[in-house]
C-alpha cells in the first residue's frame, strides 16, 4: 500500500506526457493544413483569378487552372495527407499505446532530419545570395531567408529536444508490447521515406508541372494565369506542313547557290508561317511539279515535323 502514491504519479505523469505529446502531433497536423491553406489563398496567381484579372489568352483565366499550375495536385495531396496522418497519430498517443509511440518517435526523428537538410538548403542559397549581391554591389539577399534560418534552428533544437525527452519516456510513460511484423514495417518506411521524399521532389513534381502547363498556353517566364487549352499545343506539335521551295540564286551566274560543303542552298518558307512558329525541318529533294513517290514519306514525316520544304529543280530518287 505504500507504493500506491508511487505508482499513481507514474501514471498521472505518463497520462501527462502522452497527452503533451498527443497534442504537439494534434497542432503539427493542423498547422500544416492551415500553412497549405493559406499559402493557396495568398498565392499572387491565386488573388489574380479572384480579383478578374486577365489571361494570357483571351480564354477568361480558371481558379482551377492557376491552382493547378502553381501548387499541382501532388504536394498538396501530400502536405495534407501528412496532417491529417500527424492528427491521427496524436489522437491515439493519449492512449499510450506504445506501437503509436515508436511511430511518433519516428515522425519526430524525420522532422529533426528534414529541418537540418532545408537549414543546408537555405545557407547554400544565402552563400549563393551573398556572392551575387558582392559581385553586383547591390543587396540581393532576400529579407524572409534571413528569418527562414533561425526559424528553422528552432524547428531542429525544438524536435531534437521532444524526440530526446520522448526516447527516454518511452519505455516507462507507455504500455503495450510491439511486435515484431510493425517493427519490421516501420523500419521498412524509414527506408522508402527518403526515395519517397526525393522522387516528388525530383521526378513526379516537374513531370507533373510539364504535364499541366503542356495543357495551357502558358508562356515561358509568363506571369499571367494561363488558360486551358487542352490538346492544343500536341496537336500543334505533331502538325506538318508540305510546302514547296526554290533554290537560292547566284547573282552573278544567275543559277542556284551553293554552300560550302557544295549542297544547294534553298529558300525559307513564309515569314507569315514563321510568325506562327514552323521551322523547316527536312529538305526533300524531288523533280517539280509530281511528288507521287514522296507522299509515304511525307505521311511519315507529319508525326515529328513541323514544316516539310520540298525543292525543286533536283532530280527525283530513282
Aim: hydrophobic content about 50%.
Amino acid at each position: 500500500m505504500s507504493n500506491s502514491p508511487e505508482l499513481t504519479d507514474q501514471t498521472n505523469t505518463g497520462r501527462l506526457v502522452a497527452y503533451l505529446y498527443g497534442g504537439l502531433f494534434v497542432l503539427l497536423g493542423l498547422g500544416a493544413i492551415i500553412w497549405l491553406a493559406v499559402t493557396i489563398i495568398s498565392d499572387p496567381a491565386v488573388n489574380q483569378v479572384l480579383g478578374g484579372s486577365g489571361a494570357e489568352s483571351e480564354a477568361a483565366p480558371s481558379l482551377i487552372m492557376a491552382f493547378l499550375t502553381q501548387f499541382g495536385m501532388i504536394l498538396p495531396v501530400v502536405v495534407f495527407g501528412l496532417g491529417v496522418i500527424s492528427i491521427w497519430l496524436g489522437v491515439r498517443l493519449s492512449t499510450q499505446n506504445i506501437v503509436v509511440a515508436r511511430w511518433a518517435q519516428s515522425a519526430l526523428l524525420w522532422l529533426t532530419v528534414g529541418a537540418g537538410i532545408a537549414i543546408g538548403f537555405n545557407l547554400i542559397q544565402l552563400g549563393v545570395s551573398y556572392f551575387l549581391a558582392r559581385n553586383a554591389q547591390e543587396a540581393a539577399i532576400d529579407p524572409e531567408q534571413l528569418f527562414t534560418l533561425p526559424a528553422l534552428f528552432g524547428a531542429v533544437v525544438f524536435f531534437g529536444a521532444a524526440l530526446y525527452g520522448l526516447n527516454r519516456r518511452i519505455e516507462h510513460d507507455f504500455v503495450g508490447k510491439e511486435q515484431l511484423n510493425s517493427q519490421q514495417v516501420r523500419n521498412a518506411w524509414n527506408l522508402l521515406i527518403p526515395t519517397l521524399a526525393i522522387f516528388v521532389l525530383v521526378a513526379a513534381r516537374p513531370l507533373e508541372q510539364t504535364m499541366i502547363r503542356s495543357l495551357t498556353d502558358k508562356r515561358f517566364a509568363g506571369q499571367e494565369v494561363p488558360a486551358f487549352v487542352g490538346l492544343d499545343n500536341y496537336q500543334n506539335l505533331l502538325s506538318a506542313r508540305l510546302d514547296m521551295v526554290d533554290c537560292r540564286l547566284d547573282e552573278a551566274t544567275n543559277a542556284c547557290d551553293l554552300a560550302r560543303d557544295g549542297s544547294i542552298r534553298w529558300q525559307t518558307i513564309d515569314r507569315d508561317l514563321l510568325k506562327e512558329g514552323f521551322r523547316t525541318v527536312w529538305a526533300i529533294p524531288s523533280r517539280c511539279p509530281t511528288h507521287r513517290r514522296l507522299w509515304p514519306l511525307v505521311a511519315w514525316m507529319r508525326i515529328s515535323s513541323k514544316v516539310l520544304a520540298l525543292p525543286c529543280f533536283l532530280p527525283s530518287f530513282q
